[in-house]
């Protein structure tokens, strides 16, 4: 299983502090950096210093590693046009030699609209969006060299497109995820490359399957990545996970080993490896206090070697 960390920059991070975690992150033998793609902080945080740009921010990285792949989970759909967004990501791609993943949602935190201005329309709208935005990056990324790519949606209009910049090599991985019974597995089976699902290991089993149904239907014949994404809370002891739980504010531990990954190494190994028997391949671990990098490398000398591909 390819582990890849997971944050939440909007939560309150500087670039420093991305930097950091995401130098340690490839020094530690990771898969990955990803980070959320928000404007706005949640819950009880003060958030400072703000919120950062997701793919400004990875820019930046790219230029700060040299094995790590980079990406989103996820951007949303509303807060770029794709014709726009196809340019960033290919401009991260080629900075990053062929990193770059990209994870694209619809978006649901209606407050973070509201408050920088950006439209939120009805979750039959947005999805409808996300739709026409695959079909579009898709379909960028694969034209070829000297010919145009045009688009008649009913959101999206491109017309005889030079589909530039390409990417590094071909397109970046495309990421789809959510729990939705309809449209997200039969978008998962038309455009993604990977499909995530970040809740508990219970509801696992009958989304992924519903995914794998989606596939069979669509006669899609090449493989899906199946990825989860788990809060990470570990502690070498049980003083140790208490202190780190109440340090993204998390008091009841039953709670959270039920919700994410938390415990001791060897048990957050045992919960990854029945994950792997629901045939997931990739596991995003979501570290929430940035400034704990001993929690990163804690994770890295002794869940790592035990199950990281």
């Not at 950091?20 to 400072?48: C, P």
């Not at 790590?68 to 807060?79: C, D, K, P």
């Not at 789809?176 to 290991?201: C, I, Y």
Request: contains cysteine; glycine residues 10%.
């Amino acid at each position: 299983m390819r582990l890849r960390i997971f944050t939440e920059p909007q939560q309150g991070a500087a670039y420093e502090t991305l930097r950091r975690v995401a130098k340690v992150t490839e020094d530690s033998g990771f898969d990955a950096f990803f980070r959320s793609d928000h404007y706005l902080k949640m819950g009880d945080v003060n958030g400072l210093p703000g919120p950062s740009d997701a793919w400004v921010t990875l820019a930046g990285l790219a230029l700060e590693t040299t094995r790590i792949r980079l990406g989103t989970l996820m951007t949303a759909a509303t807060f770029r046009l794709p014709g726009p967004l196809a340019i960033s990501v290919a401009t991260v791609d080629r900075m990053s030699r062929g990193r770059v993943d990209l994870g694209l949602g619809a978006a649901w935190y209606e407050q973070e609209h509201s408050a920088y201005g950006i439209p939120f329309p009805d979750v039959v709208e947005r999805f409808d969006r996300l739709e026409e935005q695959l079909a579009i990056l898709t379909g960028l990324w694969a034209t070829r060299d000297g010919e145009t790519f045009s688009y008649t949606g009913r959101y999206y209009q491109l017309a005889d497109c030079p589909a530039l910049p390409k990417p590094y090599a071909g397109r970046p991985p495309l990421i789809v995820g959510g729990s939705g019974p309809r449209r997200t597995p039969m978008l998962a089976a038309r455009f993604a490359d990977e499909f995530n699902h970040f809740d508990t290991l219970e509801s696992t089993a009958p989304v992924l399957d519903r995914v794998r149904q989606a596939c069979a239907d669509a006669g899609r014949t090449r493989p899906l990545t199946f990825s989860i994404a788990q809060v990470t809370c570990c502690g070498r002891d049980d003083a140790q996970l208490r202190q780190r739980a109440a340090a993204i504010g998390y008091d009841d531990l039953g709670a959270l080993r039920a919700e994410g990954l938390a415990g001791t190494p060897a048990e957050i190994v045992d919960k990854l490896g029945r994950f792997g028997e629901l045939g997931v391949e990739v596991a995003y671990l979501q570290v929430l206090d940035l400034d704990d990098i001993d929690h990163i490398e804690l994770l890295a000398t002794e869940v790592l070697p035990q199950v990281g591909a």
